[in-house]
């Protein structure tokens, strides 16, 4: 008989008893006084390699490694920064999370995401220049015909995707409207407002929409972090604390500004 055997592995799981102290056996050894917390990845690995790869987590009824872990507060603290999973010993406590980073993920999830400054305030001052001289275009379309301008100028970096969520948060915050009735993609878009500063106005409308929005989160809310997830600067806290004020000061939840009736019987 000439069959190759492979040689058989050691598979068998260990015990939920042993895998509590291999946790605490392994962020013990990764942990130090300068690297306070370990990515959870390392620390899976770490596992396996002191267990000779026979701690397996969905042997033991978890989905992953994250739920093994929430199971032992007490062995080992884990806190979510951004995509990245982190774990601690308990008695530390966890680097606390800027909270600029913050607003920008809940309000990514609110859908609001905020694009990068420049990029959204370029995004606006133009598509208002087209709804100027088109009174209604085409959600695909307009997004199509500024990423094309963009990529003619050498701007690579004005995606498709800043675009639309530029859009969305144009929507959200009244300074367009669109008219429903089908697909968003084929849907005509329209300005909703009319001023003498009209980019201006647009700017704080967007701005008070994302402070708001901020506002209701069940996060503290401080302004000068407001600024830098809204402008990577703490030097737009005065302006926003201005706008803030005058939002306040109208009773009303954006610039006073003339709203365009806008019949879609027309």
């Known amino acids: 008989d000439n069959t190759i055997t492979e040689p ?11 895998a509590e102290k291999l946790l605490e056996t392994a962020l013990n050894s990764l942990v130090t006084e300068e690297q306070t917390r370990v990515r959870a990845s390392l620390l899976k690995q770490e596992m396996q390699n002191l267990s000779d790869q026979a701690f397996d987590e969905s042997s033991l009824g978890f989905e992953n490694f994250s739920d093994f872990l929430a199971q032992y507060p007490d ?10 999973l982190y774990v601690f010993p308990p008695e530390q406590e966890p680097e606390p999370v800027e909270l600029h980073l913050l607003y920008r993920s809940q309000l990514k999830k609110r859908g609001l995401r905020v694009v990068p400054s420049d990029i959204r305030l370029s995004v606006i001052k133009d598509l208002i220049a087209i709804l100027q001289r088109d009174s209604e275009v085409a959600w695909r379309d307009l997004v199509n015909n500024l990423v094309e301008n963009y990529q003619a100028q050498g701007k690579n970096q004005y995606s498709k995707s800043y675009v639309n969520d530029v859009l969305r948060v144009a929507r959200r915050a009244n300074i367009v409207g669109v008219h429903n009735g089908g697909k968003l993609a084929t849907s005509p878009v329209y300005l909703l407002m009319s001023s003498e500063r009209l980019f201006q106005e647009a700017v704080m409308r967007l701005d008070l929409t994302f402070l708001k929005e901020i506002q209701s989160l069940n996060s503290p809310f401080e302004l000068e972090e407001a600024a830098v997830a809204l402008y990577d600067s703490v030097g737009h806290t005065r302006y926003l604390k201005v706008i803030m004020n005058r939002f306040a000061d109208n009773g009303q939840n954006q610039p006073a500004v003339t709203v365009i009736s806008h019949d879609s019987s027309e």
């Open 8 to 18: 058989v592995k050691n598979k068998t799981p260990i015990s939920i008893e042993d």
């Open 75 to 84: 062995t080992a603290g884990i806190q979510q920064k951004g995509t990245t």
